[in-house]
Structure formats: C-alpha cells, structure tokens
C-alpha cells in the first residue's frame, strides 16, 4: 500500500512538474538556492549538526558499555555451565580442518 501511496505520489508530482514547465522549476530552483544559503538556515543546520555528533557519541559510549556487560553475562553464564571460556563456538587450532 506505501509502494502504491509513492509511486503515486510521485506520478502526481511529474505531471504537475511538466505542466508548470521549466520556467516555474528555475523558479523553484532559486528559491531553494536562496534558503539554503540563508545565514540563519546554515546556523540551524550547524546546530543540527552538532547536536547529532553529540547524541551519536554518548549513543556509541551506551552500546559499547551495553556490549561489555552483555558479553560478560555470557561469559559468566558457559563459566557456571561449567564449561571453560573456549567453549563459545569456535574450534580450537587442532579441532579447524
């Protein structure tokens, strides 16, 4: 139903972008240009920037202290298994052929 609801969409835009010719897109065209390059558009998109810098690295810093725990759980769990540390899956040296 999204596939159908897009390529509609996208159907709608065409004809009317034929219609209104290429003078009206040079128009469209400038003034896209023109708040693109608007000083407070690029303060915000620098802002913006930023701030997802910000919120990815203390989201990188989660999932690795996420990772550490998780994996020492799993450690924890073959340890009580009584089994050793080796015995996560992959063959030893001799056992790989």
Same mark, same amino acid.
């Given at each position: 139903m999204r596939k159908l609801m897009l390529? %509609? %969409?996208l159907a709608v835009g065409y004809v009317l972008g034929a219609r209104a010719?290429?003078?009206r897109y040079e128009q469209i065209k400038? =003034?896209?240009q023109r708040v693109r390059n608007d000083p407070r558009v690029q303060e915000k998109s620098q802002q913006a920037a930023d701030l997802a810098k910000?919120? %990815?690295q203390v989201? =990188?810093?989660a999932a690795v202290d996420k990772a550490k725990t998780v994996g020492s759980a799993a450690v924890d769990k073959v340890k009580d298994n009584g089994e050793d540390e080796t015995a996560v899956g992959w063959p030893q040296a001799a056992d790989a052929r």
């Amino acid at each position: 139903m999204r596939k159908l609801m897009l390529v %509609a %969409a996208l159907a709608v835009g065409y004809v009317l972008g034929a219609r209104a010719g290429r003078g009206r897109y040079e128009q469209i065209k400038q =003034t896209a240009q023109r708040v693109r390059n608007d000083p407070r558009v690029q303060e915000k998109s620098q802002q913006a920037a930023d701030l997802a810098k910000e919120k %990815a690295q203390v989201a =990188t810093a989660a999932a690795v202290d996420k990772a550490k725990t998780v994996g020492s759980a799993a450690v924890d769990k073959v340890k009580d298994n009584g089994e050793d540390e080796t015995a996560v899956g992959w063959p030893q040296a001799a056992d790989a052929r």
